[in-house]
């Protein structure tokens, strides 16, 4: 066959240009048009719910609920809803009771929060009064009792879920109508609302008591009303967990080290004590773990350093100090936690959880204490008994101390995130192999397998948060929790989304990836590919040293809202070494569920980069990778600043299956290769080497080199194949 004229081969280059070009502009306006009409009834409507004024301007109810609208006799609620009626009516008596209330009178609102005295994300089963009050199982959220109502305060990531937990006794906010504004509306003028003062921030409780007017006022109740009411039979015994030592090995720093340093910043500080409340913050300080509460490894306790004392206050005291290691730890003499006050003196006071109030409070009366250093984030208790005068009220220092990860904590992390991998990669294998295979699998049956995956690798100390194993419109719930209520097979026929995490004593994990075994429609593919850009565009970043966390947010999220999308949480946050899943005080997002604390990334920080994006009664994408901050080498360096970027720590591949690389702009794609070839050569060879080949062979099929012959290749891209396909054969036509 003859060679065509070039004007030929222009002519039908041109033609299927067009075909390409229309058929883009016809993939947009499908997108517009899907956009206008289905993908923003999850996030659109779901915000338009939540920030709406409530109908006639009237406050919000229970019967605004679908489900509790035109309630009969014959209501059967569903298998999800929690009966609170009788604990709300003895609720409501114990706040019209004197005697339980230590002679304060009677209150005509109660406010219930999520947290411990510590302020903690996950709480021991003794401390969840919300959850016990309210029926709602959530991590976040605040309940308002007063003598007629009952309301709710979540975020979006829990609408779904309180939605079905609630009985109709409670009413679910969903728009922006704030604790404050609630109880102005529901209270008479001199109104009083009761508060546990050592579950609510010295923060939150300024702002509440503020922002309330007609002379409403907070008061403290000393004595836990939930507490009061709570049947002894039907709670958890205080948590007592046994507390380990971490090795130096592990953790680069004596304990005796780190007060040094702490002492240094409060001689600069010019205070003379500082007071610990953070549970993780006191367990890095003194290199000491625990399992007091799910997930995190710590311990109930407070501290207090000085500059000739170190005191650390834990539950069980007695019980703990019989273990002579602990002791040989803390450098304990006398077996009854006593040690001598001298600057020289390397040792920890070990005193009672339950004298810590009393303790803190006589710190002021010491001789030479004049400035104390405490957290305004601590509870309203703790700063409340230190003379105004004498407060020195700014975040301590060991937040961020323990967020800059030392040499031998990066090192440890890297080495948590390949056994996780490893457990996580052979677990996927064996899911997707079987359920293509048409074998039964559910939500609960794939979380308590990947658990026993983790479990059996070396130093595994269990989960760092409950799995999210979400099948089809689960993972539209951005914290959903696999039930044996709410079970889901997982098919091949939706998305499965899968957010999890382990605890090793060398570190802390959590990724999320998201899967379809089957064919995913076009939009499922496009909504995945914009998130996988967006998640790529964080970890490609560089920036310059001083930088915010919260400016890189606008990374992630551009790909989604340039056709209109967005999803309703942080990008993310940090992780700690053997610690919290969600570590403070830095991030990347607008504060949407973490507080965004103004901090700038540092070397040596490890954070998650999370983008997503939720269709209510549909599916939901999340991917998460967690990223160490690192040295960047650019190519200039005006100015003489230094500039820092991201090294990938999770080595988990995405899903080729639901992406769209024609998407992809061609440094996306190098990076995505970058990761691919790591995560083959990192966590390929130690799964060879550890014998597991049908895992290799999954993780070889993932990380193939995405070449220009692939993305044609791609079974995503069937308009892209017919339009080449059509130029071909009129260049063919049009020379004959």
Same mark, same amino acid.
């Given at each position: 066959?003859?060679?065509?004229?070039?004007?030929?081969?222009?002519?039908?280059?041109?033609?299927?240009?067009?075909?390409?070009?229309?058929?883009?502009?016809?993939?947009?306006?499908?997108? #517009?048009?899907?956009? #206008?009409?289905?993908?923003?009834?999850?996030?659109?409507?779901?915000?338009?719910?939540?920030?709406?004024?409530?109908?006639?301007?009237?406050? @919000? %109810?229970?019967?605004?609920? /679908?489900?509790?609208?035109?309630?009969?006799?014959?209501?059967?609620?569903?298998?999800?809803?929690?009966?609170?009626?009788?604990?709300?009516?003895?609720?409501?008596?114990?706040?019209?009771?004197?005697?339980?209330?230590? !002679?304060?009178?009677?209150?005509?609102?109660?406010?219930?929060?999520?947290?411990?005295?510590?302020?903690?994300?996950?709480?021991?089963?003794?401390?969840?009064?919300?959850?016990?009050?309210?029926?709602?199982?959530?991590?976040?959220?605040?309940?308002?009792?007063?003598?007629?109502?009952?309301?709710?305060?979540?975020?979006?990531?829990?609408?779904?879920?309180?939605?079905?937990?609630?009985?109709?006794?409670?009413?679910?906010?969903?728009?922006?109508?704030?604790?404050?504004?609630?109880?102005?509306?529901?209270?008479?003028?001199?109104?009083?609302?009761?508060?546990?003062?050592?579950?609510?921030?010295?923060?939150?409780?300024?702002?509440?008591?503020?922002?309330?007017?007609?002379?409403? !006022?907070?008061?403290?109740?000393?004595?836990?009303?939930?507490?009061?009411?709570?049947?002894?039979?039907?709670?958890?015994?205080? @948590?007592?967990?046994?507390?380990?030592?971490?090795?130096?090995?592990?953790?680069?720093?004596?304990?005796?080290?780190? /007060?040094?340093?702490?002492?240094?910043?409060?001689?600069?500080?010019?205070?003379?004590?500082?007071?610990?409340?953070?549970?993780?913050?006191?367990?890095?300080?003194?290199?000491?773990?625990?399992?007091?509460?799910?997930?995190?490894?710590?311990?109930?306790?407070?501290?207090?350093?000085?500059?000739?004392?170190?005191?650390?206050?834990?539950?069980?005291?007695?019980?703990?100090?019989?273990?002579?290691?602990?002791?040989?730890?803390?450098?304990?003499?006398?077996?009854?936690?006593?040690?001598? $006050?001298?600057?020289?003196?390397?040792?920890?006071?070990?005193?009672?959880?339950?004298?810590?109030?009393?303790?803190?409070?006589?710190?002021?009366?010491?001789?030479?204490?004049?400035?104390?250093?405490?957290?305004?984030?601590?509870?309203?208790?703790?700063?409340?008994?230190?003379?105004?005068?004498?407060?020195?009220?700014?975040?301590?220092?060991?937040?961020?101390?323990?967020?800059?990860?030392?040499?031998?904590?990066?090192?440890?992390?890297?080495?948590?995130?390949?056994?996780?991998?490893?457990?996580?990669?052979?677990?996927?294998?064996?899911?997707?192999?079987?359920?293509?295979?048409?074998?039964?699998?559910?939500?609960?049956?794939?979380?308590?397998?990947?658990?026993?995956?983790?479990?059996?690798?070396?130093?595994?100390?269990?989960?760092?948060?409950? /799995?999210?194993?979400?099948?089809?419109?689960?993972?539209?719930?951005?914290?959903?929790?696999?039930?044996?209520?709410?079970?889901?097979?997982?098919?091949?026929?939706?998305?499965?989304?899968?957010?999890?995490?382990?605890?090793?004593?060398?570190?802390?994990?959590?990724?999320?990836?998201?899967?379809?075994?089957?064919?995913?429609?076009?939009?499922?593919?496009?909504?995945?590919?914009?998130?996988?850009?967006?998640?790529?565009?964080?970890?490609?970043?560089?920036?310059?040293?001083?930088?915010?966390?919260?400016?890189?947010?606008?990374?992630?999220?551009?790909?989604?809202?340039?056709?209109?999308?967005?999803?309703? $949480?942080?990008? #993310? $946050?940090?992780?700690?070494?053997?610690?919290?899943?969600?570590?403070?005080?830095?991030?990347?997002?607008?504060?949407?569920?973490?507080?965004?604390? #103004?901090?700038?990334?540092?070397?040596?920080?490890?954070?998650?980069?999370?983008?997503?994006?939720?269709?209510?009664?549909?599916?939901?994408?999340?991917?998460?990778?967690?990223?160490?901050?690192?040295?960047?080498?650019?190519?200039?360096?005006?100015?003489?600043?230094?500039?820092? /970027?991201?090294?990938?720590?999770?080595?988990?591949?995405?899903?080729?299956?639901?992406?769209?690389?024609?998407?992809?702009?061609?440094?996306?794609?190098?990076?995505?290769?970058?990761?691919?070839?790591?995560?083959?050569?990192?966590?390929?060879?130690?799964?060879?080497?550890?014998?597991?080949?049908?895992?290799?062979?999954?993780?070889?099929?993932?990380?193939?080199?995405? %070449?220009?012959?692939?993305?044609?290749?791609?079974?995503?891209?069937?308009?892209?194949?017919?339009?080449?396909?059509?130029?071909?054969?009129?260049?063919?036509?049009?020379?004959?």
């Amino acid at each position: 066959m003859m060679v065509p004229p070039v004007w030929i081969i222009s002519i039908s280059l041109i033609l299927s240009g067009s075909i390409v070009f229309g058929d883009v502009l016809r993939e947009n306006n499908e997108i #517009d048009a899907e956009i #206008d009409v289905t993908s923003l009834s999850s996030d659109d409507h779901t915000r338009s719910r939540r920030n709406a004024a409530p109908p006639s301007g009237a406050p @919000p %109810s229970a019967a605004n609920r /679908t489900k509790c609208t035109n309630i009969t006799s014959y209501h059967t609620a569903p298998a999800t809803e929690v009966d609170t009626r009788d604990r709300l009516d003895s609720l409501r008596r114990a706040m019209s009771n004197n005697g339980l209330m230590n !002679k304060n009178g009677p209150i005509e609102a109660y406010i219930i929060p999520s947290e411990d005295a510590h302020q903690s994300e996950y709480t021991a089963d003794y401390d969840k009064r919300r959850q016990y009050i309210s029926g709602f199982s959530g991590s976040a959220g605040v309940a308002v009792v007063t003598r007629y109502k009952a309301a709710l305060w979540t975020d979006g990531r829990y609408f779904l879920q309180a939605d079905q937990q609630l009985d109709c006794s409670w009413i679910l906010v969903k728009y922006d109508l704030s604790i404050a504004q609630w109880l102005n509306s529901e209270l008479t003028r001199g109104g009083r609302v009761g508060v546990d003062p050592t579950l609510y921030t010295w923060n939150a409780w300024n702002r509440l008591s503020k922002s309330l007017r007609n002379g409403i !006022k907070l008061i403290s109740i000393q004595k836990n009303l939930i507490d009061a009411i709570w049947p002894v039979k039907e709670r958890s015994y205080e @948590p007592n967990s046994t507390i380990i030592i971490m090795p130096q090995r592990l953790t680069g720093m004596s304990w005796w080290n780190k /007060t040094s340093k702490i002492r240094k910043m409060m001689k600069n500080a010019e205070v003379d004590a500082m007071v610990l409340t953070d549970l993780t913050d006191i367990a890095w300080l003194f290199n000491l773990r625990g399992a007091d509460v799910p997930f995190n490894p710590v311990f109930m306790s407070y501290a207090i350093i000085e500059m000739n004392r170190v005191r650390l206050f834990i539950k069980h005291k007695t019980e703990r100090l019989s273990n002579p290691d602990l002791r040989w730890h803390f450098g304990l003499v006398h077996p009854d936690g006593y040690c001598p $006050h001298t600057e020289e003196s390397k040792c920890v006071e070990v005193v009672d959880y339950n004298r810590a109030l009393n303790e803190i409070d006589r710190v002021e009366t010491l001789p030479g204490i004049n400035k104390i250093w405490v957290s305004p984030k601590s509870n309203y208790a703790i700063v409340n008994s230190i003379s105004e005068h004498k407060r020195y009220l700014l975040d301590t220092p060991v937040a961020l101390m323990k967020s800059v990860k030392n040499p031998t904590e990066r090192r440890g992390m890297a080495e948590a995130h390949v056994k996780d991998a490893i457990a996580l990669i052979q677990f996927l294998t064996k899911l997707e192999r079987e359920v293509k295979e048409g074998k039964y699998w559910t939500e609960l049956s794939a979380a308590n397998v990947l658990e026993k995956y983790r479990r059996e690798q070396p130093d595994n100390k269990g989960l760092s948060f409950g /799995t999210i194993s979400a099948a089809g419109p689960h993972g539209a719930i951005i914290h959903y929790t696999p039930t044996n209520i709410t079970d889901r097979e997982i098919t091949n026929k939706e998305m499965y989304l899968l957010d999890s995490g382990g605890q090793y004593l060398e570190g802390t994990t959590d990724v999320t990836r998201t899967f379809h075994y089957g064919e995913p429609t076009p939009w499922e593919i496009e909504t995945y590919t914009r998130v996988l850009m967006g998640s790529i565009n964080v970890a490609m970043a560089v920036w310059p040293v001083e930088t915010l966390g919260r400016e890189l947010d606008i990374k992630a999220r551009e790909p989604l809202w340039s056709v209109g999308l967005n999803y309703r $949480h942080d990008t #993310d $946050h940090g992780i700690g070494a053997y610690l919290s899943v969600h570590e403070g005080p830095i991030g990347i997002g607008s504060g949407v569920s973490q507080g965004g604390d #103004d901090n700038a990334l540092m070397e040596g920080m490890f954070l998650s980069d999370e983008p997503g994006y939720y269709e209510d009664g549909k599916f939901g994408i999340r991917l998460e990778t967690i990223l160490m901050v690192t040295k960047a080498k650019t190519k200039h360096n005006f100015g003489g600043d230094r500039y820092l /970027t991201w090294e990938p720590i999770t080595l988990v591949p995405f899903e080729p299956n639901l992406i769209n690389y024609s998407m992809l702009s061609q440094d996306q794609r190098k990076w995505l290769n970058y990761y691919n070839e790591r995560c083959l050569s990192v966590i390929g060879n130690e799964l060879k080497r550890q014998g597991h080949f049908d895992a290799y062979e999954w993780l070889r099929l993932r990380t193939k080199k995405i %070449s220009e012959a692939a993305i044609f290749n791609n079974s995503n891209n069937f308009r892209a194949k017919w339009t080449f396909i059509v130029g071909i054969i009129v260049t063919i036509v049009l020379s004959m």
